[in-house]
């Protein structure tokens, strides 16, 4: 239960870690807050040649809140997120996601970059990533590209993501007026994954008459599924919406595996359950702006 | 992968170590250190036993290699105490309250403790669970934990 032996990078600055991580290709691997790569190491699921730990890279430890968005930097915690007023004024769905990620102690050290770079189905932010349609910028050495979340996540813990490439921040865009956003999840534990989760943003015009709704859903398949269910929900007021017949939705779409701890039935039924109520959270949210 | 030289304020007291990249921060201070307050359980993260504070925020030691902690400053369940030996607020408190028994994840409750009512000062019961939740104890069914964490509060409260 030690990590397997590596070559330990200290880089102290971006074009530095950028050059190693260049240099390292495949055998590379990013250490940020390492929540999740660390248990891997230590559990010999991982054996990267080399770590290339960015923590002195005190310029990637950054929340700013931008005309289109919030952009959260690599080294961002968890906590630090979390915590941030003005980030909750500008997209609460980041705070609403962050309480339910694992323990308090984790997200003192978990980044949000790291999370979506991990790319676990059952993770929280990715989810949020892909519903609030954000972005990650990916640098290498004389070249950044930003990837939509919709063509981020490629598989259980891949993304796109290439050796050699550094995620260096990610943008969680803002919302128009008349729009909420919700977060319920089941797990068993506190600070589990969740069994099944669903996140929700419903959009509402000024009669207060639903113009999109949708969630994404983890624990539902390989990558977070994004389901629109504004059909199913009907241009309807908020108050009168059928979102029922949009739960139905989402458990048609989804395709959530069996495993120890739910059968794909219970997770089925409960991602329909848990897409109700957060998209009446979400309403409810978007009708008190 | 040669040894990697680094500076750990340790409780107050700068201490330069030499230690394999691998090593974890858990392990440093174990068997380099000889600081073995540090409990370790399950070495990925779910037990909570290893939890020190790293500028005064508690984290898992067994999730940090040594290296990534260099320059930074660490307290752990050695370090609460006064100098002198006094019992900080919420050792007494697990102490009063029989807030152990076996004492394996003591360490690890006592450092998550001591941040959380720093940061809080008065939790309800509800955020001693939650404050609680990354700290496993199989011994005690958590409710003298619980009323420890709520002495501990008192004691604080009366020594201000």
């Known amino acids: 239960m030690k990590p397997p032996p590596f070559d330990y990078h200290a880089p102290g600055s971006v074009a530095e870690a950028l050059e190693t991580l260049a240099e390292a290709g495949e055998h590379g691997k990013v250490l940020a807050g390492g929540q999740s790569l660390i248990p891997m190491l230590n559990m010999r699921l991982a054996a990267p040649g080399h770590i290339v730990d960015v923590n002195r890279l005190a310029e990637l430890a950054t929340v700013s809140v931008e005309s289109d968005g919030v952009r959260v930097g690599a080294l961002a915690r968890h906590a630090q997120v979390e915590r941030a007023e003005q980030v909750a004024a500008a997209q609460p769905l980041l705070r609403q996601a962050l309480r339910l990620v694992a323990h308090p102690v984790i997200r003192n050290r978990g980044t949000v970059v790291g999370s979506l770079v991990h790319a676990d189905p059952a993770a929280e932010l990715p989810a949020v990533l892909i519903l609030l349609g954000g972005s990650v910028r990916l640098a290498r050495p004389g070249a950044t590209r930003d990837v939509p979340a919709a063509g981020f996540f490629t598989g259980p813990l891949e993304s796109a993501l290439r050796p050699g490439e550094l995620a260096v921040s990610a943008l969680f865009p803002t919302l128009p007026p008349r729009s909420g956003t919700a977060f319920h999840e089941v797990s068993r534990r506190h600070g589990d994954y969740a069994v099944a989760g669903v996140a929700a943003l419903v959009r509402l015009d000024d009669d207060l008459r639903v113009v999109t709704a949708g969630v994404a859903c983890v624990s539902a398949g390989p990558v977070p599924v994004l389901v629109d269910v504004t059909e199913a929900c009907g241009h309807r007021p908020a108050a009168s919406a059928d979102w029922a017949s949009a739960a139905r939705a989402v458990r048609d779409r989804i395709e959530p595996e069996t495993d120890v701890h739910a059968s794909a039935d219970y997770r089925r039924h409960l991602t329909g359950t848990l897409a109700e109520r957060a998209l009446r959270d979400a309403a409810r949210a978007a009708s008190d702006e | ?160």
């Open chain 2, 1 to 160: 992968m040669t040894d990697i030289a680094i500076t750990l304020t340790v409780n107050g007291v700068v201490r330069r170590v030499e230690t394999p990249g691998r090593r974890l921060l858990s392990d440093c201070l174990r068997h380099d250190l000889g600081l073995t307050g540090t409990h370790v359980g399950c070495e990925h993260g779910v037990c909570g036993c290893c939890t020190v504070l790293l500028d005064g925020e508690p984290v898992r030691s067994c999730l940090m290699l040594a290296a990534t902690a260099d320059g930074h400053e660490i307290t752990t369940v050695e370090g609460l105490a006064a100098p002198d030996g006094t019992l900080s607020p919420v050792q007494r408190a697990f102490a009063e309250c029989h807030g152990l028994q076996c004492g394996f994840c003591t360490p690890g409750f006592l450092c998550t403790v001591t941040a959380l009512l720093r940061d809080n000062p008065a939790p309800t019961d509800e955020e001693v669970l939650e404050g609680v939740s990354g700290n496993l104890c199989r011994c005690t069914g958590y409710q003298n934990i619980v009323k420890s964490v709520h002495r501990a509060a008192e004691i604080i409260a009366e020594e201000s």
